[in-house]
């Protein structure tokens, strides 16, 4: 299993600035991906998501792009807010069958946004 | 708010005792997954129900056991617990008949701690 908690990359990124986080996933056959929020304390929170037949997908303030060839992901935050600092999740869904459906998560990483 | 919710939202027991977990899909959503979340392993898989049957298992052990019940709602049962079993766990919910069938929504967490 990844490493979290004292582990984790962490990005520092002064307020205003763009933020890049990147992940490298391990299944060439995933279909779906999805970027969570994580703050300190509560559940998962959904930001973006992206089907394997899309390079990319803009959201509010958010975008998240997929290059398949090298299976990278990677997620855009426009103009990072404080409230945006919290712990970030890639999360791929392997093949699956019918309404079979799991989702496996990458190594999350650590949003620090300065003043 | 995801809509999801869990009780209880912490939990301190001893070991080799047992402990249900409870949880409340989305409205609308057939699916109900389980994750493990601790400090050395990540966001980990347990096990996904769709409408009452066991559709998905990850690595949730043979003392752990979960199920859902008519009404969508869903428990975790872990027995005979270890130091090691202390962690978040959380469930999350997806599939409504009118929603995407892959975006999984996450509640606020149960927080596990065995002494």
């Known amino acids: 299993g990844e490493s979290v908690g004292l582990h984790l990359p962490t990005l520092s990124v002064q307020e205003g600035d763009n933020s890049i986080i990147n992940c490298a996933y391990s299944n060439s056959a995933s279909d779906y991906f999805i970027w969570y929020k994580q703050e300190s304390g509560k559940g998962p929170q959904f930001i973006i998501d992206i089907r394997s037949n899309m390079d990319k997908r803009q959201g509010q303030r958010v975008t998240v792009l997929l290059n398949k060839t090298v299976k990278h992901l990677s997620l855009q935050i426009a103009a990072t807010q404080p409230g945006d600092s919290a712990v970030y999740f890639c999360a791929e869904r392997p093949p699956h069958t019918g309404t079979a459906s799991k989702l496996t998560f990458g190594t999350g990483t650590r949003l620090q946004v300065t003043l | 708010d995801s809509g999801v919710t869990q009780t209880p939202k912490h939990l301190i027991t001893a070991t080799g005792q047992r402990v249900t977990l409870r949880c409340s899909p989305r409205?609308?959503?057939?699916?109900v997954y389980w994750y493990q979340q601790s400090l050395d392993q990540g966001l980990q898989f347990l096990i996904q129900y769709y409408n009452g049957e066991e559709r998905a298992k990850g690595n949730i052990l043979e003392r752990f056991s979960a199920q859902q019940f008519p009404d969508l709602h869903s428990e975790l049962n872990l027995s005979s617990l270890e130091l090691g079993d202390s962690a978040l766990y959380f469930c999350a919910s997806s599939g409504g008949v009118f929603t995407s069938t892959d975006t999984q929504y996450f509640g606020p967490g149960t927080r596990l701690t065995v002494l």
């Open positions: 409205s609308g959503d057939l699916s």
